[in-house]
């Protein structure tokens, strides 16, 4: 049996490419005083990475999803979107449990900075009882752990949006920005601390907005065609006249670009996920969407097809890409951040980490070790008078897995505890040490003899 045929165009590359592209900008920005954070395209903007990959997300699970429900139905469709929903929860709650442990270590290692304060989950540290059960209910929801609860939100709501399609498309988008309107204007919001009342940074009653745009275009209800001349001439101006208007150092300097983002502030709310963002996204992603048409071999060289790899695996890199930010976050803090061969070897010694795990992930995906081929190891015939050696087995090419398999070996040796470890005896001795300050009284012990003792003294006398 050979490898199934993976050359069939199952997989949109362009989407893979961004969405692999955001992640690694997230990863970027999510490190804490990270300088190459003002670098980012988020800095010279009005979105940044989130708003890419909520709408990516939403474009991708149309092609995805969208087809799971045209051919099972609404209710195969929503068993399979519940099952997606269950891998978001415990990625989120994975995801908090090693970030607290990393802080714990980063406390230890760097005592001066207090990783627990940065994050933000003290709450969770002083209050730990009712803490985890409200991050298990997500009514506990710290800044940096705020995606994926919203993102499980989308995917909740997506049987419901779909359901409404069948009834007209209009429907569905209609009550999208029904919903979007109606969080605005009656200030709707979910608890992220219960202990101050913060709501989460990312409203998913907003943002829903961004993600179910992204399902319309990904599922074709709306198209826009690429030729255009105007409307790559209205979305280039809007993309450049943004620039000093996402541009810190540009606003916070300049006057007349300073007063004109203060009133457009309530548009470029992040939270809330302000229409000029979300005009911008769409005038970004219409350009890209050119530019790739325009230029689509460049997609195939080395690099981008190793981006647009680990963009197909955009929940477990976006998992890793956290622990990795902030991992990234206290090694700058041991080694400073003043240094520019530092700060450069940590962000791209972490992309090039993100990159190799996406390698890895999608190599597991094929299933390797249940399809043999040619290039591979032969299958072993056994016989009935055949010994459990006989045939051929190429250990040479196995080699590489020893030192993995050592380390395997190895490991429980290096869990033990060793501070309990002491001569043998040791302990024996300490536990019947009789103090000096008392008088040693002679005791006398009746002990019943028993059968083996009798056995024993017979054969002495013998």
């Known amino acids: 049996m050979g490898l199934p045929n993976q050359s069939l165009p199952t997989r949109n590359i362009q989407l893979d490419f961004f969405r692999g592209l955001a992640l690694l900008v997230i990863f970027i920005n999510h490190m804490p005083d990270n300088p190459w954070f003002w670098y980012t395209p988020s800095r010279f903007s009005l979105c940044d990475a ?204 300049v006057l007349f670009w300073g007063e004109l983002r203060a009133k457009l502030e309530p548009w470029l709310n992040k939270s809330h996920l302000g229409l000029l963002r979300w005009v911008h996204l769409l005038a970004l992603a219409y350009l890209m969407h050119r530019l790739c048409n325009w230029r689509p071999q460049w997609l195939s060289t080395a690099l981008p097809l190793a981006i647009a790899t680990m963009g197909q695996q955009s929940l477990p890199i976006f998992l890793t890409s956290m622990v990795l930010s902030y991992a990234g976050g206290i090694v700058l803090d041991q080694f400073g951040r003043e240094t520019p061969m530092a700060v450069a070897l940590v962000n791209l010694g972490g992309m090039a980490l993100l990159l190799l795990i996406g390698q890895v992930m999608a190599w597991l995906d094929t299933k390797p070790w249940k399809y043999l081929t040619s290039e591979g190891l032969p299958q072993r015939e056994f016989h009935g008078d055949s010994g459990p050696f006989e045939g051929r087995y190429r250990w040479a090419g196995q080699v590489l897995a020893l030192p993995f398999l050592i380390g395997l070996a190895v490991l429980p040796a290096l869990l033990i505890n060793r501070q309990h470890l002491g001569p043998v005896g040791s302990d024996l001795v300490a536990q019947t040490t009789i103090p000096k300050d008392q008088s040693i009284q002679p005791v006398e012990v009746l002990v019943p003899e028993t059968e083996a003792d009798k056995l024993i003294d017979s054969r002495q006398k013998l």
């Open 50 to 253: 989130a708003d890419v990959f909520v709408f990516l997300s939403g474009f991708a699970s149309a092609l995805a999803y969208g087809r799971c429900f045209e051919r099972a139905g609404l209710w195969l469709g929503s068993i399979r979107i519940l099952l997606r929903c269950v891998q978001i929860y415990s990625a989120h709650l994975a995801s908090f449990v090693l970030l607290a442990l990393i802080c714990v270590i980063g406390n230890r290692w760097v005592p001066e900075m207090n990783d627990i304060q940065r994050l933000n989950i003290v709450y969770f540290f002083e209050s730990t009882e009712q803490a985890l059960y409200d991050l298990f209910t997500l009514a506990y929801v710290p800044n940096y752990f705020d995606i994926l609860p919203m993102y499980l939100v989308m995917m909740a709501w997506l049987p419901i949006f779909w359901a409404l399609s069948r009834l007209h498309v209009a429907v569905a988008l209609g009550c999208s920005l029904g919903l979007y309107w109606a969080s605005w204007q009656y200030g709707w919001e979910l608890t992220a601390n219960p202990s101050t009342g913060r709501p989460w940074y990312f409203n998913p009653m907003n943002w829903q907005l961004m993600f179910f745009t992204g399902f319309a275009f990904g599922a074709g209800w709306l198209s826009v065609g690429v030729r255009h001349r105007w409307l790559a001439s209205l979305c280039l101006s809007l993309v450049l006249l943004s620039i000093p208007l996402g541009h810190e150092a540009t606003y916070t300097k």
